[in-house]
C-alpha cells in the first residue's frame, strides 16, 4: 500500500508551485528482549555453598542487540564491570566469586539489557563456607 503527501509551498506569477511524495512503508520486526540461552550456571542450588575456592558464574543470553551485564553482590556493591557483547547471537558473560572471611550470605544478580526492553534478571543466594 502506496502513501504519499503532497504540499503547494508558494506560487509564481499565479501558478502553484507544488510537489508529491509516495512511498510504500518499510516493514521492520519489533525488537525482542534479551532470552537467556539454556540456564545460568550454577543451576539447582540454591543456595550455593561457597567452599575455599573460587566460584564461577555463567549467564549466555541470545539476542540480536549490543547487551550491557551488570553483576552485583549485594553486601559488596558493584562486582564487574559492563560487557558489551557482539551485535548478534549468543553473549556469554562469566563472573568469579572468591569468598573470603565473614563473607556470609550475599546475593549475586546480574542484569542484562539491550537499551531497549526491560532487563533480563538472574539471581543466586550465596553462602560462605
Known amino acids: 500500500m502506496w502513501h504519499g503527501v503532497c504540499i503547494v509551498v508558494g506560487m509564481v506569477a499565479l501558478s502553484p508551485i507544488s510537489g ?19 540456564e545460568p550456571s550454577p543451576t ?15 549467564m549466555t543470553v541470545s539476542d540480536s542487540d549490543a547487551l550491557t551485564f551488570i ?18 547471537g549468543d553473549q556469554t558473560q562469566e563472573v ?19 537499551g531497549v526492553n526491560p532487563d533480563l534478571t538472574y539471581q543466586w543466594t550465596l553462602e560462605g563456607s
Not at 511524495?21 to 532470552?35: D, E, G, Q, R, S
Open 20 to 38: 508529491c511524495l509516495y512511498w510504500v512503508p518499510i516493514p521492520y520486526a519489533k525488537n525482542a528482549p534479551p532470552k537467556t540461552k539454556g
Open 44 to 58: 539447582n542450588t540454591d543456595p550455593v555453598v561457597l567452599g575455599s575456592f573460587p566460584q564461577h558464574f555463567v
Open 71 to 88: 553483576w552485583t553482590l549485594s553486601r559488596d556493591g558493584y562486582q564487574s564491570a559492563a560487557n558489551l557483547g557482539p551485535l548478534t
Open 96 to 114: 568469579t566469586i572468591t569468598p573470603y572471611a565473614g563473607f556470609g550470605t550475599q546475593k549475586l544478580k546480574v542484569d542484562v539489557s539491550d
